[in-house]
C-alpha cells in the first residue's frame, strides 16, 4: 500500500483503497462530498473531516480546495452541473419545443426532491460562481434551456427584456414550488404539480 496521500480509502460503502493519479483527488473528494450531501441529515463537509474520511492527509486535501469555501462551491457547481444536464435529457426525451420546456421545469423540480440537500447547496452558494458559456458547473447550460424554452413559447423574435422577465418568471415558478415541497408546504403530486407548470410553461396561448 503507498502512503497516504497516494491512496484513497473512502468509508461508507464509497470506495475501498482506490489508489489515484494526480488530479483524481479532487474528483474522489468531490463524489464522497456528494454522497454524503445524499445520505447524511447533517453531513460533515469540513476539509479535514473529508480528508478524514477518503483516507487521505488535510495537505493533500488543501491543494485541491484552499477552504471549506473553494469545496462547498465545487460542490455547488457540480450540482448545478448535474440539473442542467438532467433538465436537458427531460427536454430532449419529448423532441423539445413547448413539452420539452415544461418537462425540464418539472424535472427542476423533480431534482429538488430527489437531492433536498445539494439543492439548498447549489442555489445557497450560486452568486459566488461565475456563469459561463464555456463552463459546465456554472450557470450556463441550465441558463441556456431557459432562454431556448421560453423562445420556444412565443412564436418571432423576443425582446432581449421581455425574455429575461418571462425567463425570471418561469424560473420562479419551478423554484418556488421545489422550495415548498422540500420545506413540507405542498405534498408531491405528479399530476397536480404538471397542471400547475402548465399554467406558466404555456405562456404562448
Known sequence: MASKDN???IKNGVAAAARYHHGDLRAAALAYGLTELASARDPDL???ALARAIGVSATALYRHFPDKDALLDALAGAGMAQLGALQA???AAVGG???GFMESGFAYVRFARDNPALFRLTFSRAGRMAPGDDDPAA???AQRLLYEGVAAMMP???APAKRDVMA???WSLVHGLAMLILDGRVAWDDAKLRQILALTFDMGD
Open 46 to 48: 469540513g476539509l479535514r
Open 156 to 158: 418571432g423574435e423576443i
Open 97 to 99: 419545443g413547448r413539452d
Open 7 to 9: 491512496s484513497v480509502n
Open 168 to 170: 425570471l418568471h418561469a
Open 89 to 91: 435529457r427531460a427536454a
Open 139 to 141: 450557470l450556463g447550460q
